[in-house]
């Protein structure tokens, strides 16, 4: 059973809950029963994607990450495969009720998730790159649709978006000796060097647009203290990519600094 929960991503599907949940906070200031459903939908499919992702992935991770519990035998392959379609559809199915929009995003993205893992991850290049963006970036989409006013959701779409995107980049460089011959990913292609000046540019576009919130008036002052924490690990994250090379931990700081982040936007919402 722990394999099962493991293959999952928990913390990953809290992550995108948690941004459902700070979406409508930032959208409408309340919480309702559609959006604690939109958060569920968000840990399931989020959970579907991870599973069918780990998969199509079995042949690289077992070079990338032994310990995983496909490659190590703990869920056999055909049982991951049955459990990703019952998340998804489990997930789609608990979005009926939230309504029309909140139904088709979800949809929407369990599709992309699945075409994602099946062919556009194979394609490589940038697009592989932005494609997850969008989708760990969406969340926050869905929590204003939950919350009837999506519009107010949408800059934080974009910065969830440029930093995840940095982030993407840097873990196909550490990921770079197992996706030879089995994924064009970014570093495959222009080498690990010139991916992490790429990957550079994204995060310091975040950096540079994390005041937008509070200058819009969207966020209070609470959010700016957080926030420039979030930012100095993400620059230090940075420094650790360009001097050391090391892109296994650098991943691991922006991963921090995105959840110091999302704190950020959930202070700033308290008015």
Do not use: Q
């Not at 990953?12 to 029963?33: Q, R, W, Y």
């Not at 592989?128 to 006013?149: D, E, Q």
């Not at 360009?242 to 999302?262: E, Q």
């Amino acid at each position: 059973m722990r394999a099962y929960l493991e293959i999952l991503r928990p913390v990953n599907c809290a992550m995108a809950a948690f941004a459902v949940f700070l979406g409508a906070s930032i959208a409408s200031g309340s919480f309702s029963a559609d959006v604690a459903l939109a958060c569920i939908v968000a840990f399931l499919v989020c959970g579907a994607g991870n599973v069918i992702n780990d998969y199509y992935d079995y042949d690289i991770d077992r070079i990338n990450a032994p310990h995983r519990p496909l490659p190590r035998g703990a869920i056999s392959l055909s049982t991951a495969k049955s459990y990703a379609l019952l998340l998804f559809l489990t997930g789609i199915a608990l979005a009926l009720p939230i309504g029309s929009a909140a139904l088709i995003l979800a949809a929407f993205n369990s599709a992309l998730l699945y075409a994602y893992a099946w062919r556009i991850k194979r394609a490589g290049g940038l697009s592989k790159n932005l494609t997850v963006s969008y989708l760990v970036a969406s969340p926050f989409l869905y929590g204003g649709i939950a919350a009837s006013k999506p519009g107010a959701t949408l800059v934080f779409v974009a910065l969830a978006a440029l930093a995840n995107t940095s982030r993407e980049i840097v873990k196909d460089i550490a990921d770079l000796r197992g996706d030879r011959g089995e994924c064009l990913t970014l570093p495959v292609r222009i080498g690990a060097r010139k991916s992490a000046y790429v990957a550079a540019a994204f995060l310091i576009a975040a950096v540079l647009l994390s005041p937008l919130p509070y200058i819009m008036n969207i966020l209070g002052i609470l959010y700016l203290p957080l926030v420039s924490i979030a930012d100095a690990v993400f620059l230090y994250s940075l420094f650790v990519l360009l001097k050391s090379g090391d892109a296994t931990k650098s991943a691991r700081y922006i991963k921090v600094a995105m959840f110091i982040a999302l704190l950020s936007f959930l202070a700033g919402a308290v008015r």
